[in-house]
């Protein structure tokens, strides 16, 4: 009864600004407040000067807010930026996949150590069900799609010729023929990983870069191919140059 009362005295104001709201979607985003996913409603309002509780004159629009439909909180359409908990874990899970992928194809997959901890990655990371077949069959088919991972950059070629992966001219392809520095395989690194750095603690970026230096190392010290993979993802993650080299130099190889 009180309550409904002073909703009556609110109303029956005599002069005061009041905000009308329409909404003009839905759906789930990270609610601040909840601490979780949550239902929202995006609505946009305007303005009005309200006279014994009727709205009589138009004071303009105000910017637009993202509404939780479990706590009422209002919060900025920003706040749509933030992934949802679903849909963080697949970024997360993807983006250590694709790690494991590009060290493997600028590694090679013939040693069973480096294929082990690449599948002990990704499976870590969310693939349960990912074995080394699988594995093996996507850097087979990244091979072959000459549209996406081969690029043009090039090594030393001294440099290549010392670790067995000097391609024509002397560039440095990898061992299973993958270009390892190339623009295309950056731009996959990037788009996997650019969009996950900013949601994650530097140690939450730093232990994805680390994942693919313990799979560089599982069959010795890193290959210059290798190198220029974990120095592509430690760039797209944002870590420093100098830090990416300490965090790489950290990781030896087991013998």
Not at 32 to 40: F, H, M, S, T, V
Not at 81 to 100: C, E, G, I, N, Y
Not at 232 to 255: E, H, K, Q, S, Y
């Amino acid at each position: 009864m009180a309550h409904a009362q002073a909703r009556r005295g609110r109303d029956l104001c005599v002069i005061g600004v009041r905000t009308l709201w329409r909404t003009v979607g839905d759906g789930e985003f990270f609610c601040p407040e909840c601490g979780g996913d949550r239902n929202y409603r995006r609505r946009t309002g305007r303005r009005r000067i309200v006279v014994l509780g009727l709205p009589v004159l138009p004071r303009g629009p105000v910017a637009p807010v993202v509404e939780c439909a479990a706590c009422g909180g209002r919060f900025g359409t920003e706040a749509l930026d933030h992934p949802t908990t679903t849909r963080f874990s697949a970024m997360l899970r993807d983006a250590v996949h694709t790690v494991a992928l590009a060290v493997l194809a600028a590694g090679g997959t013939d040693s069973p150590a480096v294929r082990q901890a690449a599948v002990g990655a990704v499976r870590a990371a969310g693939f349960t069900e990912c074995g080394e077949e699988q594995l093996l069959e996507i850097v087979e088919a990244l091979a072959a799609d000459t549209g996406r991972l081969p690029g043009a950059a090039a090594y030393d070629a001294a440099t290549a010729a010392a670790a067995g992966t000097a391609g024509p001219g002397g560039r440095d392809i990898g061992r299973d023929g993958l270009d390892p520095c190339g623009t295309a395989l950056a731009i996959e690194l990037h788009e996997a990983l650019e969009p996950l750095a900013p949601h994650l603690a530097p140690t939450g970026r730093e232990s994805i870069l680390l994942q693919g230096a313990r799979i560089a190392v599982a069959d010795g010290p890193y290959r210059p191919a290798e190198r220029a993979v974990l120095e592509t993802v430690g760039r797209a993650l944002m870590i420093c140059p100098d830090d990416t080299a300490r965090l790489m130099a950290a990781i030896r190889a087991p013998f």
